[in-house]
């Protein structure tokens, strides 16, 4: 019988993995320094804190002394475990009361409220509230889902590592069951359909309204797309030459190797000499001068919007600092407010998707490495529909990487997930079959379990009637879209499936990105899409949050633990910069550890060296492939910038 966790929209899918093995999907690395990520990104400025489980405490101790009373220690760890669920599943049940009773105050007047089932109630209160109230809520839901989904890992992570390491005195069958009834467990579900619900009824997706797809942004977007091009500030064009300088002296075998942070930015934000950090323009004049790989960092918005953006907010780089939008945060702000939070260039910060599509336009060569900020899982897979909703971008993205392990491997599971539902050949038609048999994907292309309601149908049983629909995409480019699922005609079951027997495509087949299918006369092949490299950020001193991990060039024997999961493995790792990666010894282990996996460097601007030397030795040397570089003016001596007449 397979293990059923819900730990998000692509749960069935994981399950099923499981089934076999008896493990989960996917094991998670450092979740302790996870859930403190996530603790921090939940309660930054909010008056009402959330509960979450103190998972690191209890954590210590079951790795007490084994020297204890094992009987004793087996009744304590079990009270204060039940303690946490206790205190979770009430802290989750007085802030859903407070959801709902928000909706229902609002439609008090409505007769047509009265005794609504939940999916026909959010109906009524976006008829009423408004789609701005409604976004809110949805923020609000998903906030507590993200709580219930880190409370319920936590508590049966630590039932798993007491069972392991006290295999004589296992309590799952004792605490399981409990965590499984519980709201924390059976609320997930719940909230993930109302999330979905909302989105829909609101005409939300995370990419199609973008600045190209509606007018009153088409201004905005030219500006950001002619800013690489037509402005003839000389201090500015003297740079451009000389950045086409410098790449016409990097050998073709190692310009792809060499990696724009942030793109073709000026560390110290001046936007007389090149365009800010993270900005359209400072991506399109890399990559049409010749550079192939910059690297970028996303926040999705309070709309959940995918846009571009380092700090947590804009304060560092809004044209005015004491906007009252400039100190909040990038998740509590909606992307039409963050139109109205100008940078110092003037231009608003972009949208992921309309740099991803210029990097499309530019050339095959053009791509995009994307950091996912720790405790952001919500990112991650937002990435994930967007890409699944516009395979032609998925070429665009080189790899994706982040600090925090646990949604790195996630993000994995997630593209595994689609990988598996779109080699099974998962009907693009809507399916007419009960709700309570069907698992639908909505329009971001999140795969959904079951939930028995939807607008104006109160029976469970019943075919849920058609959802308002869609206004039509402005898009240009083609995307796979999937219809309601049914669960037999593709072998997907609550009890028992396994899915072994799938070959499922390689994350990197050859270079043109193709999967050969056997061929059908009744339907045309198919290819299935790559999906990115994903990898792990490392820091090389003592870590200053608490997912990050540390590891040292002398010693890289931990790394192989951290990129393993039960069921696959990440791509490689994406290492801090350490002086002793100059010496042969360390450019030796570099080059072993290359052997198994991807290889990246990073430093920090201003502090660690950023020159050709140091890239040259590194890529001969090292076998490294990717190194990040704020392409400083001294980065080759021999390629000195022209004199500006400005003064």
């Given at each position: 019988?397979?293990?059923?966790?819900?730990?998000?929209?692509?749960?069935?899918?994981?399950?099923?993995?499981?089934?076999?093995?008896?493990?989960?999907?996917?094991?998670?690395?450092?979740?302790?320094?996870?859930?403190?990520?996530?603790?921090?990104?939940?309660?930054?400025?909010?008056?009402?804190?959330?509960?979450?489980?103190?998972?690191?405490?209890?954590?210590?101790?079951?790795?007490?002394?084994?020297?204890?009373?094992?009987?004793?220690?087996?009744?304590?760890?079990?009270?204060?475990?039940?303690?946490?669920?206790?205190?979770?599943?009430?802290?989750?049940?007085?802030?859903?009361?407070?959801?709902?009773?928000?909706?229902?105050?609002?439609?008090?007047?409505?007769?047509?409220?009265?005794?609504?089932?939940?999916?026909?109630?959010?109906?009524?209160?976006?008829?009423?509230?408004?789609?701005?109230?409604?976004?809110?809520?949805?923020?609000?839901?998903?906030?507590?889902?993200?709580?219930?989904?880190?409370?319920?890992?936590?508590?049966?992570?630590?039932?798993?590592?007491?069972?392991?390491?006290?295999p004589d005195a296992a309590l799952s069958?004792?605490?399981?069951?409990?965590?499984?009834?519980?709201?924390?467990?059976?609320?997930?579900?719940?909230?993930?359909?109302?999330?979905?619900?909302?989105?829909?009824?609101?005409?939300?997706?995370?990419?199609?309204?973008?600045?190209?797809?509606?007018?009153?942004?088409?201004?905005?977007?030219?500006?950001?797309?002619?800013?690489?091009?037509?402005?003839?500030?000389?201090?500015?064009?003297?740079?451009?030459?000389?950045?086409?300088?410098?790449?016409?002296?990097?050998?073709?075998?190692?310009?792809?190797?060499?990696?724009?942070?942030?793109?073709?930015?000026?560390?110290?934000?001046?936007?007389?000499?090149?365009?800010?950090?993270?900005?359209?323009?400072?991506?399109?004049?890399?990559?049409?001068?010749?550079?192939?790989?910059?690297?970028?960092?996303?926040?999705?918005?309070?709309?959940?919007?995918?846009?571009?953006?380092?700090?947590?907010?804009?304060?560092?780089?809004?044209?005015?600092?004491?906007?009252?939008?400039?100190?909040?945060?990038?998740?509590?702000?909606?992307?039409?407010?963050?139109?109205?939070?100008?940078?110092?260039?003037?231009?608003?910060?972009?949208?992921?998707?309309?740099?991803?599509?210029?990097?499309?336009?530019?050339?095959?060569?053009?791509?995009?490495?994307?950091?996912?900020?720790?405790?952001?899982?919500?990112?991650?897979?937002?990435?994930?529909?967007?890409?699944?909703?516009?395979?032609?971008?998925?070429?665009?993205?080189?790899?994706?990487?982040?600090?925090?392990?646990?949604?790195?491997?996630?993000?994995?599971?997630?593209?595994?997930?689609?990988?598996?539902?779109?080699?099974?050949?998962?009907?693009?038609?809507?399916?007419?079959?009960?709700?309570?048999?069907?698992?639908?994907?909505?329009?971001?292309?999140?795969?959904?379990?079951?939930?028995?309601?939807?607008?104006?149908?109160?029976?469970?049983?019943?075919?849920?009637?058609?959802?308002?629909?869609?206004?039509?995409?402005?898009?240009?480019?083609?995307?796979?879209?999937?219809?309601?699922?049914?669960?037999?005609?593709?072998?997907?079951?609550?009890?028992?499936?396994?899915?072994?027997?799938?070959?499922?495509?390689?994350?990197?087949?050859?270079?043109?990105?193709?999967?050969?299918?056997?061929?059908?006369?009744?339907?045309?092949?198919?290819?299935?899409?790559?999906?990115?490299?994903?990898?792990?950020?490392?820091?090389?001193?003592?870590?200053?949050?608490?997912?990050?991990?540390?590891?040292?060039?002398?010693?890289?024997?931990?790394?192989?633990?951290?990129?393993?999961?039960?069921?696959?493995?990440?791509?490689?790792?994406?290492?801090?910069?350490?002086?002793?990666?100059?010496?042969?010894?360390?450019?030796?282990?570099?080059?072993?550890?290359?052997?198994?996996?991807?290889?990246?460097?990073?430093?920090?601007?201003?502090?660690?060296?950023?020159?050709?030397?140091?890239?040259?030795?590194?890529?001969e040397q090292g076998n490294v492939s990717?190194?990040?570089?704020?392409?400083?003016?001294?980065?080759?001596?021999?390629?000195?910038?022209?004199?500006?007449?400005?003064?």
């Amino acid at each position: 019988m397979a293990d059923i966790s819900f730990h998000g929209p692509i749960t069935l899918i994981l399950d099923c993995f499981s089934s076999s093995h008896q493990k989960p999907f996917y094991r998670m690395v450092n979740f302790g320094g996870h859930s403190k990520a996530v603790r921090a990104s939940l309660n930054a400025g909010n008056a009402e804190q959330l509960y979450l489980v103190h998972y690191n405490d209890l954590k210590a101790f079951l790795f007490q002394a084994h020297d204890d009373d094992i009987a004793v220690k087996r009744i304590e760890f079990s009270k204060q475990w039940q303690d946490a669920l206790r205190e979770a599943s009430l802290d989750l049940q007085e802030a859903l009361q407070e959801v709902w009773q928000r909706v229902f105050v609002a439609t008090h007047d409505m007769a047509a409220a009265r005794g609504a089932p939940p999916g026909t109630a959010l109906q009524h209160y976006l008829d009423i509230a408004g789609s701005a109230a409604a976004t809110e809520l949805r923020t609000r839901m998903t906030v507590l889902h993200t709580a219930a989904s880190t409370n319920f890992e936590s508590l049966r992570k630590l039932v798993k590592k007491f069972d392991k390491h006290h295999p004589d005195a296992a309590l799952s069958t004792t605490l399981l069951p409990i965590l499984y009834a519980s709201h924390v467990f059976s609320c997930q579900a719940m909230l993930e359909g109302s999330i979905q619900l909302m989105r829909t009824l609101i005409h939300q997706t995370a990419d199609d309204d973008d600045a190209e797809d509606e007018p009153h942004f088409l201004p905005l977007s030219r500006m950001d797309s002619e800013a690489g091009h037509d402005i003839q500030v000389e201090s500015r064009m003297h740079e451009l030459d000389w950045l086409r300088r410098l790449v016409s002296t990097i050998p073709a075998s190692k310009i792809g190797r060499l990696v724009a942070h942030r793109g073709f930015h000026h560390i110290q934000d001046r936007n007389d000499k090149r365009p800010l950090e993270n900005s359209l323009a400072a991506y399109e004049l890399a990559w049409t001068s010749g550079i192939h790989l910059c690297e970028c960092d996303v926040a999705l918005t309070k709309d959940e919007k995918l846009v571009l953006a380092h700090d947590e907010d804009f304060q560092r780089l809004a044209l005015d600092s004491k906007s009252e939008y400039s100190s909040r945060r990038v998740q509590d702000l909606t992307f039409k407010e963050l139109i109205s939070l100008p940078l110092k260039s003037g231009l608003r910060c972009p949208l992921l998707i309309d740099v991803l599509r210029s990097a499309h336009a530019i050339s095959e060569t053009s791509k995009l490495i994307i950091e996912i900020k720790p405790g952001n899982c919500e990112a991650a897979s937002a990435l994930a529909r967007l890409l699944w909703r516009h395979p032609e971008l998925c070429s665009c993205v080189e790899m994706v990487m982040s600090f925090d392990a646990y949604t790195m491997h996630r993000l994995r599971a997630e593209f595994t997930a689609y990988q598996v539902a779109e080699s099974i050949h998962v009907p693009t038609h809507r399916s007419t079959m009960s709700f309570q048999s069907t698992v639908t994907y909505d329009h971001f292309g999140t795969m959904t379990p079951p939930y028995a309601f939807t607008p104006r149908c109160s029976s469970p049983n019943a075919s849920p009637p058609q959802l308002p629909p869609r206004p039509p995409s402005h898009s240009h480019h083609h995307s796979l879209s999937f219809g309601n699922l049914d669960y037999a005609a593709v072998g997907l079951s609550l009890s028992h499936t396994n899915l072994s027997h799938l070959t499922l495509p390689d994350a990197h087949p050859d270079e043109n990105g193709a999967f050969s299918e056997p061929s059908n006369p009744q339907q045309p092949p198919r290819r299935l899409r790559t999906i990115p490299k994903l990898m792990l950020l490392t820091v090389a001193s003592e870590p200053k949050k608490p997912c990050e991990l540390c590891v040292s060039v002398e010693d890289l024997s931990p790394i192989a633990g951290w990129l393993q999961s039960d069921h696959g493995s990440l791509d490689g790792v994406y290492l801090q910069f350490q002086k002793e990666m100059k010496t042969t010894a360390g450019a030796s282990a570099l080059h072993d550890l290359s052997q198994r996996y991807a290889v990246g460097v990073w430093g920090y601007s201003g502090k660690d060296p950023d020159d050709w030397e140091t890239f040259h030795w590194l890529v001969e040397q090292g076998n490294v492939s990717y190194v990040n570089s704020d392409l400083p003016g001294n980065f080759r001596k021999e390629i000195v910038k022209a004199r500006s007449s400005i003064r």
